[in-house]
């Protein structure tokens, strides 16, 4: 096993507070505008970049294809491939394109793992990955068949660890234990939905899925997990009148909560979202934000508001309201 490139990602990781997501980057936002906030991310220090096989199908005009091929361009082109931390995911693309999802997702078999690594490396213009997730949990493929083709990709050096997207605490927790038992690598990225608010006990919003209780008591017991928390700003809603939250977060708790973040907010002059991103960076279990941006000064903001460090009294106003 390449123990040496894994260590010095685990260790790159750690300290790493902030991921720039690049979900819309070639479909929603052009490729010119994507380029700018790549460039800006860089120069204020960020490294972690995340993107997937599958970004954006959804989006008019989109094959999938899109996301990968802006970052590929961008990091042959600037010649930063060493300095940024690229994290790539298998397994939510439809198969074939245009088929309904997510039942066509492709899925975890170790074929698809395979062959999917090439073509994304293909568009990401390297021979490796520092983390390649699993983007969904596949229940129709034997765990064991997955994490022994993400094992192979590490102990070949192509991949530096293994990360897991959209699955439970329990589903989780089987496949570390499955891991250690066959020295295989294991998952030690998680990354799931996270913001202030959380999604109602009865809310389905399958495939994502949501940080709980039960996840943080699994990543805190367990040690050695980072958790990172994709759609932090809920698409702008928590800043922005043009802009609803999703039905899953009605109720009166993320009622209640909402209006101590904008109390908050009003009095400490400090915009919600950057408190938001505060709140989720410095806490006892920190989640890092997969950051959403499609302008220089949301980027900007963003980047900000992961560098404040919230006043403890602050904190535990947020960490109670309920
Ligand atoms: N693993 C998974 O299954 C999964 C799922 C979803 C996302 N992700 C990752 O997470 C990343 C972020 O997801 P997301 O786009 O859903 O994130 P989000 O935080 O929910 O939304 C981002 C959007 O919020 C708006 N926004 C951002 N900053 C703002 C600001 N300062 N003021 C006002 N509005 C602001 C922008 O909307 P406009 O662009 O419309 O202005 C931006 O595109 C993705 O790029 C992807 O890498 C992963």
């Not at 700003?233 to 039905?247: I, S, V, W």
Request: hydrophobic share 40%; with cysteine.
């Amino acid at each position: 096993m390449s123990g040496t490139y894994t260590e010095a990602v685990r260790r790159r990781l750690g300290a790493t507070r902030l991921c720039l997501g690049t979900m819309y980057f070639g479909t929603t936002v052009p490729e010119d505008t994507a380029r700018l906030l790549l460039d800006r991310y860089f120069e204020r220090g960020g490294r972690l970049i995340d993107t997937a096989n599958c970004y954006a199908f959804w989006a008019e005009g989109g094959t999938g294809e899109e996301s990968e091929s802006v970052v590929g361009r961008w990091i042959e082109d600037r010649g930063v491939r060493e300095d940024v931390l690229l994290a790539t995911k298998v397994g939510s693309r439809p198969e074939p394109p245009g088929a309904p999802w997510p039942e066509s997702a492709e899925g975890l078999r170790a074929e698809v793992i395979r062959e999917q690594f090439a073509r994304s490396a293909e568009r990401l213009r390297t021979d490796r990955f520092d983390v390649y997730f699993s983007h969904i949990d596949d229940a129709d493929t034997e765990l064991g068949e997955t994490l022994k083709a993400f094992d192979a990709l590490v102990r070949a050096g192509s991949v530096g660890v293994v990360g897991a997207s959209n699955l439970t605490s329990a589903r989780l927790a089987a496949a570390r234990d499955l891991s250690v038992k066959h020295e295989w690598a294991p998952y030690e990225v998680v990354q799931l939905r996270h913001t202030y608010l959380t999604p109602g006990p009865d809310a389905d919003i399958a495939p994502q899925l949501a940080i709980d209780a039960p996840m943080t008591g699994y990543v805190r017991e367990e040690g050695g997990i980072l958790l990172q928390g994709y759609s932090p700003l809920l698409g702008g809603a928590y800043t922005r009148a043009d802009r609803e939250f999703a039905p899953e977060y009605a109720g009166a708790d993320n009622a209640r909560r909402l209006e101590t973040l904008r109390t908050l907010s009003e009095a400490l002059g400090v915009d919600a979202g950057r408190l938001v991103l505060a709140w989720m960076v410095g806490g006892e279990q920190p989640v890092t934000p997969v950051l959403g941006v499609s302008t220089l000064a949301q980027l900007d903001e963003a980047m900000d508001g992961a560098t404040y460090d919230l006043p403890p009294s602050v904190r535990e106003e947020l960490d109670t309201a309920r």
